[in-house]
Each structure stands twice: as structure tokens, then as C-alpha cells.
């Protein structure tokens, strides 16, 4: 008898790691599996009973609870449901989920305040209740009203859009329970509240339980669950990382808050890659597909400045043409700066490294600045030699020559690698009207494409040499306004290279 109650966990006290979801029957000063200090929250006595309410609440359309309730059997019984996605409507949302709203999937979308998520998670709600679909929107952090003008702004409000506007769980599911709708959103996941738990909305073991909950409601009743979620000023999603292990896809929204620009892209998704991402531009009217996204991004690119380099990343299945930028100045401290946006600084530093000791630019007493446009997040190695070439047109104030294409990963012997797509990545560029692809010699055979010459390289040193046009003179602030009227002419002019047509 009092063994079965010692046995029961819901009887012990019981901690769990506020970074990384550890758990632990004991309070701990330091989290054993990921280190960090102070981290021990401890879980609520009654861990668990809103889910198993939740559960046990919705009798399952389709039989049978998705997740537990029937003990080991052999996989291969398990009959597959169709199941079938919902296409949302908004084209670029569909891809990258993997091809559409997963019924019974809970998805966290994320990124900082003011970046569009509510507005994304209107639009989807907007355009899923057009096509018949039965929408729940729950706000927990706007009116009614506030919510009603968004969405007048976004288009016409289908009358089978519902809005809740809730803070406390048990209403929220409740509601969903009657309204029985085929999507919830549920914006955001650190306004919900369990009344029965200790810690106001937000805090880690409310934003736990609530995802708990609303995942076995997903799980038990098909509907998929789109959670809106904040992130922390070093950009992880507020609340415990367990969050992210709880859900099926973790969306992120990204973008510079006064740029138009928004990047929606996958951090982990279990119906689809990771690697697609979707391009929108912040309108008016809201978010606004961008259907060319290569020719959107290097729609500002004012003719060829020493500094900037074009590449092709390959993002998913298509590669997306961007414009990378360096600025390489006199440093007049003691530590030279390395400041990047967009780019991992520790493959800068490598890049930075390979030119120095390989190509002989002597960057060790110099800044380096380097941003991609757009907003984009670059991490594919193909943007390698894009980014060397930039820095060190930058450094000589020799300008890459134009309509230039830069492609191909850096090894640590300075030597070009290969890299994957490369056909593709040079006709996204020739569709651009680029005429010149700086290819990896060992793939240059591979590339036949109307109207690119192809300039195959070996290494940096090579491609510097051979794509650099001639030098332009840099003139200080001052001379230019001490100059002629004509100082301030077209910032493109003087810059071309040979390769200018
Ligand atoms: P919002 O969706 O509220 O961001 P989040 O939920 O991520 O905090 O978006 C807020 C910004 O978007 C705000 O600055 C206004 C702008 N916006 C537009 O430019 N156009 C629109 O149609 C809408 C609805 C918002
Ligand atoms: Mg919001």
C-alpha cells in the first residue's frame, strides 16, 4: 500500500530544468545534463491532469487516441489514416511545412515581437476558414475588436473565422471542445494560464503544462494546433526548451524588424525538411508572398561596389540569390573587430584565416564587417567563395566584375570544394541576367547554361585574381564634398569594372 503511493509520481516532489528539461526527483543547484545554474523548477503537484483531461475529453475522430492508451502491438498492424494535409492557401507557408497543415499536428511559431506572427497566424486562419475549414483564433494578448481590425486589413473575414479571447486553459479547451474546429491557434502560448498551478502566465512550468495539454488535445481530436510563441532577447523561445521537443514543427519568423522582408523557416519539422524556406514582404495588407525572392533581394543592388559579392544558397529545394556585403577598415584598436549579420562569425574567422595565410591579405590589423541583405540567415557552404571574394574586393577596393556569380565552398588549403546544385544554383543566376559563374573547377564540365560563361576555379587565390575589376579610388567624406557637384553622381558609376558592358 504505501509502496504503491511512494511509487506514484505525482506524489513526489519533482524538479525539471528550466533550459533544457531535464527532470529530477531532487532540487538541484546545477542542471547534470546541460550544466546550467538555477535552472531547477519545480513541477506542479498535479503534473499532467489538464492533459489527461484533455485526453480523455475528446473522444478521437478517428477511433483511437494518437499517442498511449494501447500498449505495445506490431507496427505493421497499425492501419495509416489518409492523412491528408490541409493546403492552407498560402503557398509559401505550405512549403515549408512540408506541403500543408498536418491534422493533429502542434506547430510553435516563433520569433521576436513585432515581426509579423499574429498577423501570419490571422492570414492562415483567414484563409483556412475561406476554404471551409472550421478556425478557432484564440488571443490572449488582444481585444476582440483589436483582433477584428487585423483582420479587416488582411482581406475579407470569412464568417466561419472564430475568436476567443482567453487566458485560462480550461476555457480555451472547453471552447475548442464544443466549436470542434479543424485549427486552433493560440496566440501565444505565454498568456495561457492553468488556474489550479502556481506561477503566473509565461512562467516555465504554465507555458509547459499549457503545451501539454493542448498537445493531447491535438493528439486526441485531429485538429492541428498553431502555437505563437516569444522568444528571449538571445532569440530562444521563452519558456523551457522542452517546448520545442513537445511540438511537431518549430516555425521560425525572421527578418530586420524595419526592413519589409520576412524569412518563415522550419527549426524542426517531423512531416517535412527543414531546409525550405518561405520569402514575404510585410505590407499594408499584410504578409505578402514574394514569388521571386533572388530578384527581391537583389533589387537594391545599385551597380558593383568593391565589397559586395552575389552568391546562390541553396534553401531546400531552390537556391536563392543574395547579396553579401563587406566592409574591411583600419582597425584602430587593439582587437580587430569581426562584426557579422546574417553569417556564422566562426566561418568568417575561417574564411578571414584562409585569406590571410593563403591568399596573403593582410587582415590582422583590420575590421571586417560583413551583412547578407534581405535579412537572410546564410549556412550553406556554397556561399563560401561569395564571401572571400567580397572581403577581399573590399580590402583592394576592386570591385567583383559585374554580373558576377559566386560559387563554392573554401577548405582550409584555400582549394574550392564542391558544391551541391551547382547547375541549378547558375541558372537561377542566368534567369537574373548574369552572364559570369565562378564554378569549382572540378565541377565546371557540369554546367552548361545558356548565356553564363562559366569560369572555373581551383582555389581563392585563382578566383581573386581572375574576378577582381580595377581598382576604384576611395575617396574620404571630406574630399567628396569639397569636390565638384558631380562627387555625389551615381554611386555605381565609377565603380565598374572591365566586365561592366
Ligand atoms: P504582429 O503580427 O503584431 O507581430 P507579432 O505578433 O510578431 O508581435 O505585426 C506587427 C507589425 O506588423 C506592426 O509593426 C505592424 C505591421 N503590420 C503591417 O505592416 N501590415 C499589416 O497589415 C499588419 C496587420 C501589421
Ligand atoms: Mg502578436
Not at 525538411?273 to 525572392?293: C, F, I, K, R, W
Not at 558544391?419 to 564540365?445: I, S
Request: charged share 20%.
Amino acid at each position: 500500500m504505501a509502496k504503491a503511493t511512494k511509487g506514484s509520481r505525482a506524489e513526489r516532489p519533482h524538479f525539471f530544468c528550466s533550459a533544457c528539461g531535464h527532470e529530477e526527483a531532487r532540487w538541484f543547484g546545477r542542471c547534470p545534463a546541460c550544466g546550467a545554474w538555477n535552472t531547477a523548477a519545480e513541477a506542479p503537484r498535479a503534473a499532467g491532469a489538464a492533459g489527461r483531461g484533455a485526453r480523455a475529453r475528446w473522444a478521437p475522430r478517428t477511433g483511437e487516441a494518437a499517442v498511449g492508451g494501447r500498449g505495445p502491438r506490431p507496427l505493421a498492424h497499425v492501419e495509416v489514416g489518409a492523412a491528408q494535409r490541409l493546403p492552407s492557401g498560402l503557398r509559401e507557408f505550405d512549403r515549408v511545412l512540408g506541403g500543408g497543415v498536418m491534422p493533429g499536428s502542434i506547430v510553435l511559431v516563433s520569433g521576436d515581437p513585432g515581426i509579423g506572427k499574429s498577423t501570419l497566424m490571422l492570414q492562415l486562419a483567414e484563409t483556412l476558414a475561406a476554404l471551409g475549414r472550421g478556425v478557432l483564433y484564440v488571443s490572449g494578448e488582444e481585444s476582440e475588436e483589436q483582433v477584428r481590425l487585423r483582420a479587416g486589413r488582411l482581406g475579407p473575414v470569412p464568417g466561419s473565422l472564430l475568436v476567443l479571447t482567453e487566458t485560462d486553459l480550461e476555457a480555451v479547451l472547453e471552447a475548442a471542445a464544443q466549436t470542434r474546429p479543424d485549427i486552433v491557434v493560440v496566440d501565444s502560448i505565454q498568456t495561457l494560464a492553468r488556474a489550479d498551478l502556481e506561477g503566473g502566465p509565461g512562467s516555465v512550468s504554465q507555458v509547459r503544462e499549457c503545451a501539454l495539454a493542448l498537445l493531447h488535445f491535438a493528439k486526441g481530436s485531429r485538429a492541428a494546433v498553431f502555437l505563437v510563441g516569444h522568444v528571449t532577447k538571445d532569440g530562444a523561445v521563452a519558456g523551457p526548451r522542452v517546448l520545442e521537443h513537445m511540438v511537431d514543427a518549430v516555425l521560425y519568423l525572421e527578418g530586420e524588424r524595419y526592413q519589409h522582408y520576412r524569412v518563415l523557416r522550419a527549426a524542426k519539422n517531423r512531416f517535412g525538411s527543414t531546409h525550405e524556406l518561405g520569402v514575404y514582404e510585410m505590407t499594408d495588407s499584410g504578409l505578402q508572398e514574394v514569388a521571386n525572392p533572388s530578384q527581391a533581394f537583389l533589387s537594391e543592388r545599385r551597380g558593383v561596389e568593391p565589397g559586395t559579392a552575389v552568391v546562390a544558397s541553396l534553401e531546400g529545394t531552390r537556391p536563392l540569390l543574395v547579396e553579401l556585403q563587406a566592409l574591411v577598415a583600419t582597425s584602430f584598436y587593439g582587437t580587430p573587430q569581426r562584426v557579422t549579420s546574417g553569417f556564422d562569425p566562426r566561418r568568417l574567422a575561417l574564411l578571414l584565416a584562409v585569406l590571410e595565410r593563403r591568399v596573403g591579405l593582410r587582415l590582422g590589423r583590420h575590421d571586417v564587417f560583413v551583412t547578407v541583405t534581405g535579412g537572410l540567415t546564410l549556412d550553406e557552404p556554397g556561399t563560401d567563395l561569395g564571401l572571400a571574394l567580397a572581403v577581399a574586393s573590399s580590402y583592394r577596393s576592386r570591385p567583383v566584375l559585374e554580373g558576377t556569380l559566386a560559387v563554392g565552398e573554401v577548405s582550409l588549403s584555400g582549394e574550392l570544394r564542391r558544391v551541391a546544385r551547382v547547375e541549378a544554383r547558375v541558372r537561377e543566376a542566368a534567369a537574373l541576367g548574369f552572364r559570369r559563374a565562378a564554378v569549382p573547377a572540378p565541377q565546371a564540365a557540369d554546367v552548361r547554361v545558356a548565356g553564363i560563361e562559366v569560369v572555373p576555379v581551383a582555389t581563392v587565390r585563382e578566383a581573386i585574381g581572375e574576378l577582381l575589376g580595377a581598382k576604384v579610388e576611395v575617396r574620404p567624406p571630406g574630399a567628396a564634398a569639397a569636390g565638384a557637384p558631380g562627387a555625389a553622381a551615381p554611386r555605381g558609376g565609377p565603380a565598374r569594372g572591365p566586365g561592366a558592358p
